[in-house]
């Protein structure tokens, strides 16, 4: 029982970085934009998070520089992809790039220390009780103490739900992927909602970033997004970017994680850490199958 | 006047990566001008620092190409990584076993570097043949998968119990490349690879049939072009420009297979690949360049306290920029030429 109970709390923790960065690239995604600097930004977020908590003593101030960070390069993005009319792709590979630079850079200037840096006085995000849920046999131990962040994530799937398919925004957000030019027509700027879906992108990246370095961990170690962004990029693809399949499909890539662990017994640990990964690549097969089952009804 | 374009876009971009730079310097209080003074004269100021960034050049050249090869005939093989390592873990292998005079064992040991990248991309091509799954995906995670399985190779089959940290032991001396003095025949390989490859992308059928479908593949496959052949054949290609590079790191460096051997080059050649916008020529120069600045980051973290990370953050600023300018300047200059147009019409 208890190792069922680690594994279900396992696989809620692994799984939020993904859903917070899915959900931020979600709405990029419905917006026409190919983002793939998800990956960068939570690796700012990351590094801002654990520069905040340690020099201000306050996790608060942590998640607050943390948002900073991953909008700096959300902004960036803008300014080459949209005003620049830079390639996507390439501008994402280079904030990519620019991240990591920065951050080992940051790092090493700032903490003195190559690799990772970790120290008693970075305040982590504390871990949330809920009152009379807690007090429930198995169940509260599931849904209750876990990371602050985390049951953000789970408000913010509600949220992106609901911005997506049910507010004017959201309409307009759809329809800048869809059809950009008929929107311009009909009087929105496409590049101004695109700009704000990068903008809250920024806002969703930076919080994963948070949760990886002040509550996942309490540290921050070089390139410690490790392809998060990613497979959360293929999580998007996916389930075509709708919130709660990216819910589910986070759970499901948490679960591999937590699985992996728990095959450590068996394997050496260099294999448990490749099921994320190969995970993904399962995933990615199961569904271009259904893809291609899709296309060939159509052909008939 | 299109090269000239492409001249003018990167040096004014590299100009003001490194001006940009310079002004982050001064708001630290480090002196730029020494800064970039140690940088380049620990890269190029005399024969031994210049044969040493040739050969550093030469997996990251190697790997722009596979890049470059890759992007400009369609598939998005971003798996330079993986097949980095892999084919470095061919070649450890393969020098580990075999014992033979040099003039067979380099060739034999390049080919399983080759054989070792080629492996690892065609498996991102059959999995796109087979299933259709997008290659821009599978290669990223299979880089993952060939990074922690190498890590096992050393950890526990191939682990030199004499060491302390993950490693393999030597491979056997006829493996190591012959040495110029304080040149590394590395050096040379590169160059006639690059060679061979700008023969087969420029100058053959085959090459001209990747350039077609990379433009437009609708054109290509009506036009007869056998693009799913083809595909496989560009992954294959581009996987074996990447294991070779791994090979020839091994063989060329320490001869045997450290931990992260791969990490230093992970993103290069794609990052050379784009600034490059694909070209051969290009990546060759922006590969030789890029060999400047990692090179001589070691000397300026020397001579000055500027962090040798410093070049990461130098260079992915210089993509950025080169990239966003080759575009607005195409724009600005087509605005000029229009202009003048008008003009000349007017009067």
Redesign the interface.
């Known amino acids: 029982m208890n190792i069922f109970i680690g594994l279900i709390n396992g696989m809620i923790a692994s799984a939020t970085p993904i859903l917070l960065a899915a959900l931020g690239g979600t709405l990029t995604y419905y917006a026409g934009i190919f983002n793939i600097a998800m990956e960068g930004m939570m690796l700012s977020g990351a590094f801002f998070a654990v520069l905040g908590a340690y020099y201000f003593n306050s996790w608060g101030i942590g998640i607050l520089l943390a948002v900073f960070g991953s909008t700096i390069l959300a902004l960036?993005f803008i300014l080459?992809s949209i005003v620049?009319?830079?390639?996507e792709f390439?501008?994402g590979?280079?904030?990519?790039?620019?991240a990591?630079?920065?951050t080992?850079?940051l790092?090493?200037?700032i903490f003195n220390v190559k690799g990772a840096f970790s120290n008693p006085g970075i305040r982590s995000i504390p871990n949330l009780a809920i009152p009379l849920i807690e007090d429930i046999p198995i169940v509260g131990r599931i849904l209750s103490g876990h990371n602050l962040i985390v049951y953000l994530g789970l408000l913010l799937t509600f949220l992106t739900a609901y911005l997506v398919f049910k507010t004017q925004f959201g309409l307009r957000l759809r329809a800048a992927g869809y059809n950009a030019d008929c929107l311009d027509s009909s009087g929105v700027s496409t590049a101004r909602i695109r700009i704000w879906s990068l903008l809250i992108c920024g806002l969703f990246c930076g919080l994963a970033g948070a949760y990886l370095s002040l509550g996942f961990v309490t540290l921050f170690s070089e390139n410690m997004s490790?392809?998060r962004g990613?497979i959360s990029?293929?999580a998007i693809?996916l389930v075509n970017g709708h919130p709660w399949g990216i819910a589910a499909i986070s759970l499901l890539f948490g679960f591999t994680d937590g699985f992996g662990l728990l095959l450590q017994r068996v394997m050496?640990p260099?294999?448990t850490?490749?099921v994320p990964?190969?995970a993904?690549?399962i995933a990615?097969?199961f569904y271009?199958?259904s893809?291609?089952k899709k296309t060939r009804m159509l052909d008939i | 006047m299109k090269l000239d374009k492409k001249i003018i876009s990167g040096v004014l971009g590299i100009v003001f990566a490194l001006l940009l730079g310079a002004v982050v310097m001064l708001i630290?209080g480090y002196n730029p001008w020494a800064t970039y003074g140690a940088l380049f004269r620990y890269a190029l100021g005399d024969i031994y620092t210049l044969a040493t960034t040739l050969h550093n050049a030469v997996p990251l050249v190697l790997t722009g190409l596979s890049a470059s090869v890759a992007f400009a005939s369609g598939p998005v093989n971003l798996g330079q990584p993986g097949q980095l390592v892999i084919g470095a873990m061919f070649a450890t292998i393969g020098g580990l076993y075999l014992d033979l005079p040099k003039g067979i064992m380099i060739p034999i040991l390049l080919l399983l570097a080759m054989l070792g990248g080629a492996l690892w991309s065609g498996i991102a091509a059959a999995?796109r043949r087979l299933?259709?799954?997008?290659e821009f995906?599978?290669t990223?995670?299979?880089n993952?998968?060939a990074d922690?399985?190498t890590?096992?190779a050393i950890?526990?089959p191939f682990f030199d119990s004499t060491a302390y940290s993950p490693m393999s032991p030597r491979i056997n001396p006829g493996g190591a490349l012959w040495r110029f003095g304080d040149f590394n025949s590395d050096v040379l390989i590169m160059i006639i690879i690059f060679l061979l490859v700008y023969f087969i992308f420029q100058r053959t059928t085959a090459g001209y049939e990747w350039r077609i479908t990379g433009k437009n593949s609708l054109f290509a496959r009506l036009g007869g072009c056998p693009v799913g052949k083809n595909y496989v054949a560009v992954m294959l290609f581009t996987g074996a420009l990447a294991g070779l590079a791994g090979g020839l790191v091994i063989m060329g460096g320490p001869l045997r297979f450290l931990k992260g051997i791969g990490a230093n080059y992970a993103?290069d050649g794609?990052?050379i690949a784009?600034v490059a916008n694909n070209s051969v020529i290009g990546t060759l120069l922006y590969g030789i360049f890029f060999s400047v600045m990692q090179t001589g980051a070691l000397g300026m973290e020397l001579i000055t306290q500027v962090?040798r990370?410093?070049?990461?953050?130098?260079?992915?600023?210089i993509?950025?920029v080169v990239?966003?300018g080759r575009?607005?300047l195409d724009i600005v200059l087509d605005k000029i030429a229009t202009r003048r147009r008008v003009q000349e019409h007017q009067t």
């Open positions: 960036v080459f620049l009319k830079t390639d390439i501008t590979i280079g904030l990519n790039l620019f990591l630079g920065t080992t850079y790092l090493r200037q490790a392809g990613w990029l293929a693809i050496p260099q294999f850490a490749m990964y190969i993904t690549l990615l097969f271009s199958i893809q291609k | 630290q999995l299933f259709n799954m997008s995906i599978t990223l995670m299979l993952f998968v922690y399985l890590y096992w950890s526990y993103w794609v990052m784009m962090p990370e410093f070049i990461m953050v130098i260079q992915a600023v993509v950025l990239v966003a575009g607005t």
